[in-house]
Nanobody, 119 residues
Framework: QVQLVEAGGELVQAGGSLRLSCAAS????????MGWFRQAPGKVREFVAA????????EYADSVKGRFTISRDNAKLMVYLQMSSLKPEDTANYYC????????????WGQGTQVTVSS
């Protein structure tokens, strides 16, 4: 099993920046990559960004490209999402997720951290 705990969500003004963190524990050696997802009230959960543990290959949703940066610290088993130029439409509950097999569904999820961007 893998446990994921997010932190860093808060209220921020539009145009501001925020860094989310995700701490991974347990059988983390089984993980291929980590992702960030978000879900706004009344909307489906959507992919935000992902990064592989090995090569650090990254992937982003078009809506956040150029504004968000995902990174990882293999030694600390941490994954980060640096968010800048935040917009009110970025308001959502942000979830960290871990996946064992590339291209498959994510196996492990954190409890989420709320990001609210005020206009």
């Amino acid at each position: 099993q893998v446990q994921l705990v997010e932190a860093g969500g808060e209220l921020v003004q539009a145009g501001g920046s925020l860094r989310l963190s995700c701490a991974a524990s347990g059988r983390t050696s089984t993980l291929y990559d980590m992702g960030w997802f978000r879900q706004a009230p009344g909307k489906v959960r959507e992919f935000v960004a992902a990064i592989t543990w090995g090569r650090g290959t990254t992937e982003y949703a078009d809506s956040v490209k150029g504004r968000f940066t995902i990174s990882r610290d293999n030694a600390k088993l941490m994954v980060y999402l640096q968010m800048s130029s935040l917009k009110p439409e970025d308001t959502a509950n942000y979830y960290c997720a871990g996946r064992v097999v590339a291209g498959s569904q994510y196996n492990y999820w954190g409890q989420g951290t709320q990001v609210t961007v005020s206009s």
